[in-house]
């Protein structure tokens, strides 16, 4: 998976690429807990281009959530595409992240 | 109806995963299943699979081996029959509590998922120990 991070200001969008599976989920929970933490408010995942998401990506998206909630900021999911939305259905994660 | 059955036995670590979806995600293909059940069968496989390589053997290795079997229903139809077997520590993974997703992101923890997955995309989950060996079987079928 490809991770790309675009900062302008106070807001981080991070595009993913390719699937977001249990090799690639935990560089991306540390990329963003090193990221996030530097005075970010506003968290955009763009997920245009992720076609695959296992458990573990879901935990590090879960884990961006929680730490946006903590720093009182928002996370926004974008470009989501059909089969991983389901997979955001069926685990209820549709109901917990905001979608644009 | 033809039938076909392969093979492929890796040590179970994380680094095989690629090897086994490729495996899994190859055949799936030759049978012609559609692109969006071998991606939905592919998530459920890993999710398997890395348990397996997570806690099996733990601390050692061992080997996991997948067999699959493919067959026809129709001109378009048919399925696909996976069985992951181990024979590291005996573990029900079906037997673990299912989390609840009606919380918040704050009160959720943040596992407890794969489990879930895999029952919601595939058509068929088993679990059995025999001769000393875990066994898991995954069927997908497809119109």
């Not at chain 2, 069968?41 to 099996?56: G, H, K, R, T, W």
Request: glycine letters at 8%.
């Amino acid at each position: 998976m490809e991770m790309t991070v675009n900062k302008n200001g106070a807001e981080l969008t991070m595009k993913l690429s390719g699937r977001l599976d249990t090799l690639a989920a935990p560089s991306m929970t540390e990329k963003l807990d090193e990221l996030l933490a530097d005075g970010v408010s506003k968290f955009v995942l763009d997920m245009g281009d992720c076609d695959y998401v296992a458990s573990s990506g879901l935990r590090a998206i879960i884990s961006a959530q929680k730490k946006m909630n903590s720093l009182q900021g928002t996370m926004i999911v974008k470009n989501v595409i059909g089969d991983v939305m389901e997979v955001f259905d069926m685990t209820g994660f549709s109901d917990i992240l905001t979608f644009e | 109806m033809e039938e076909t059955e392969k093979e492929l036995a890796v040590d179970a670590t994380l680094d095989n995963l690629v090897a086994v979806l490729g495996f899994v995600e190859s055949e799936a293909e030759k049978a012609g299943c559609p692109k969006k059940e071998t991606k939905q069968l592919a998530v459920a496989i890993e999710e398997l699979y890395v348990n397996v390589a997570s806690y099996a053997y733990m601390p050692a290795t061992g080997i996991c081996i997948v067999k699959l079997q493919t067959g026809v229903e129709s001109d378009t139809g048919g399925w696909i029959r996976i069985l992951l077997k181990d024979h590291g520590k005996k573990f029900n993974p079906l037997l673990q509590e299912p989390p609840d997703i009606s919380l918040s992101a704050d009160d959720r923890p943040v596992g407890g998922l794969g489990i879930l997955m895999v029952k919601e995309l595939v058509d068929r989950l088993e679990y059995m120990y025999e001769n000393g060996e875990n066994i898991l079987s995954v069927e997908k079928h497809w119109q």
